[in-house]
């Protein structure tokens, strides 16, 4: 597998990961569910939601140690850092309707011209 897609794939599997927590944790009825941990605990423990999250996050660990077995670890940290860090802001923006500030459009901005300069003559 190209090095390339596996920064991809690892990205999104990241993203989605987060998502699904996100979705369970919703589901769970979201910070009230915070309030009390022992009944966020047994509600984790029989929620699809949960071992889903699980099952994909694990997926991820396996393709970062690929990654990382392949890339070097500066280089594939901030690859998959700055397409997290760029990818999750929107998908909450889209999925969730939360909003992006001028400020945080500035951020992800500066996070690809980083990541572009780290990476440079490297991938």
């Known amino acids: 597998m190209p090095t390339k897609?596996?920064?991809?794939l690892?990205?999104?599997?990241?993203?989605?990961?987060?998502l699904l927590l996100k979705h369970a944790l919703t589901t769970f009825g979201g910070r009230?569910?915070?309030?009390?941990m022992g009944k966020l605990v047994s509600q984790a423990?029989?929620?699809?939601w949960t071992y889903l999250t699980i099952?994909?996050?694990a997926v991820g660990f396996l393709l970062w140690m690929t990654l990382v077995a392949r890339e070097k670890l500066g280089v594939a940290t901030a690859s998959v850092g700055a397409g997290f860090y760029i990818l999750m802001p929107?998908?909450?923006w889209a999925i969730y309707g939360e909003s992006l500030t001028s400020l945080q459009w500035l951020g992800m901005?500066?996070?690809?011209?980083?990541?572009t300069c780290v990476s440079l003559?490297?991938?």
Do not use: D, H, K, R
Not at 5 to 8: C, H, R, V
Not at 10 to 18: D, E, I, K, M, P
Not at 32 to 36: D, F, G, H, N, V
């Open 5 to 8: 897609l596996l920064i991809i």
């Open 10 to 18: 690892v990205t999104t599997n990241a993203v989605l990961g987060q």
């Open 32 to 36: 009230t569910a915070l309030e009390s």
């Open 45 to 48: 423990l029989i929620s699809p």
């Open 55 to 57: 099952a994909v996050q």
């Open 90 to 92: 929107l998908c909450a």
């Open 109 to 115: 901005s500066l996070i690809t011209i980083g990541v």
């Open 121 to 123: 003559q490297t991938l």
